[in-house]
């Protein structure tokens, strides 16, 4: 079981940065893959970005340029550096831990959840 606790949600305006921060219970290197997912009231959550245990990185089509995914393995902790907000950025923001065990049982892990609002 991992445990996810993200950090750094708050309230911006548009235009501006926040960082997300989210810290794992054990070592990231051992994920498969970390992610962030956002889910806006009415919506459906959806990947934002997502980095892989090789340290390749994949982004939503609407936060590309804006959002960078990186991580820190010493600490055990992913980031999400997000420039340029706008007011559909607006969600709870969650950290997501997908692992594979034996090339086929995948389990999810997610956290509590981060509110981001952009708004002027």
């Known amino acids: 079981q991992v445990q996810l606790v993200e950090s750094g949600g708050g309230l911006v305006q548009p235009g501006g940065s926040l960082r997300l921060s989210c810290a794992a219970s054990?070592?990231?290197?051992?994920?498969?893959?970390m992610g962030w997912y956002r889910q806006a009231p009415g919506k459906e959550r959806e990947l934002v970005a997502r980095?892989?245990?090789?340290?390749?990185?994949n982004y939503a089509d609407s936060v590309k340029g804006r959002f960078t995914i990186s991580r820190d393995i010493a600490k055990n902790t992913v980031y999400l550096q997000m420039n340029s907000l706008k007011p559909e950025d607006t969600a709870v923001y969650y950290c997501?831990?997908?692992?594979?065990?034996?090339?086929?049982?995948?389990?999810?892990?997610w956290g509590q959840g981060t509110q981001v609002t952009v708004s002027s």
């Open positions: 997501n831990a997908h692992r594979v065990v034996a090339g086929a049982y995948e389990y999810d892990y």
């Open positions: 980095i892989l245990n090789a340290g390749s990185t």
């Open positions: 054990e070592s990231i290197f051992s994920i498969n893959a």
